[in-house]
Nanobody
Framework: QVQLVESGGGLVQAGGSLRLSCAAS????????MGWYRQAPGKQRELVAS???????EYTDSVKGRFTISRDNAKSIVYLQMNSLNPEDTAVYYC?????????WGRGTQVTVSS
């Protein structure tokens, strides 16, 4: 099993930056892909960015060039650096880890971007 705890959310003005962290514990050596998802009020949860154990990354189009996902395998932490934030980025951000056919989720951290 894997446990995930997110941190780093908060309130920021448009154009600002935040860095989210997700600390994994448990069977972390078995984690394949880690990712960040977000869910805005009234919308479905969507993938923001993902990173494989080999450091291959993927981003949803709306955050390309603004967000960067990175992973510290030694510390079992995945980061999401978010720059040039805009109000449309307001959402609860969730960390996710894939271990074989199992998917684990954190409880989420709120990001609010004011205009």
């Amino acid at each position: 099993q894997v446990q995930l705890v997110e941190s780093g959310g908060g309130l920021v003005q448009a154009g600002g930056s935040l860095r989210l962290s997700c600390a994994a514990s448990g069977s972390t050596s078995s984690i394949n892909v880690m990712g960040w998802y977000r869910q805005a009020p009234g919308k479905q949860r969507e993938l923001v960015a993902s990173i494989s154990s080999g450091a291959s990354t993927e981003y949803t189009d709306s955050v390309k060039g603004r967000f960067t996902i990175s992973r510290d395998n030694a510390k079992s932490i995945v980061y999401l650096q978010m720059n040039s934030l805009n109000p449309e980025d307001t959402a609860v951000y969730y960390c996710n880890a894939v271990v074989g056919r199992f998917v684990y989720w954190g409880r989420g951290t709120q990001v609010t971007v004011s205009s």
